[in-house]
């Protein structure tokens, strides 16, 4: 059996080893839930930026941007 599938709940990168176990426990669930913030922050970044909250607003991209590639990871580590 090769290590990469030694486990269902395998955890390939650094970055999921911060997430609380039931991320990538469930990983189809948590993912729709990421996805699903990462895209409420998108919009808040953009009308930040729209009113003139220049710091603010990319700091809130930022955090949608690491919501949507954390929300990607569990989409690649459920399909593997």
């Known amino acids: 059996m090769n290590a990469t599938n030694a486990?269902?709940?395998y955890v390939r990168h650094?970055?999921?080893r911060?997430?609380?176990f039931w991320d990538?426990?469930?990983?189809?669930s948590f993912?729709?839930?990421?996805?699903?913030?990462?895209?409420w922050l998108v919009?808040?970044?953009?009308?930040?930026?729209?009113?003139?909250?220049?710091?603010?607003?990319?700091?809130?991209?930022a955090a949608a941007a690491l919501s949507l590639w954390v929300s990607y990871q569990?989409?690649?580590?459920a399909r593997s």
């Not at 990538?24 to 189809?28: D, L």
């Not at 993912?31 to 895209?39: K, M, P, Y």
């Not at 569990?74 to 580590?77: E, F, G, S």
């Open 14 to 16: 650094g970055i999921m």
């Open 74 to 77: 569990l989409l690649q580590m």
């Open 31 to 39: 993912a729709g839930i990421h996805a699903a913030v990462g895209l």
């Open 24 to 28: 990538y426990r469930y990983p189809m």
């Open 7 to 9: 486990h269902p709940a």
């Open 18 to 20: 911060i997430l609380p």
């Open 43 to 61: 919009i808040l970044g953009s009308v930040l930026c729209s009113m003139g909250y220049y710091w603010g607003g990319p700091l809130v991209l």
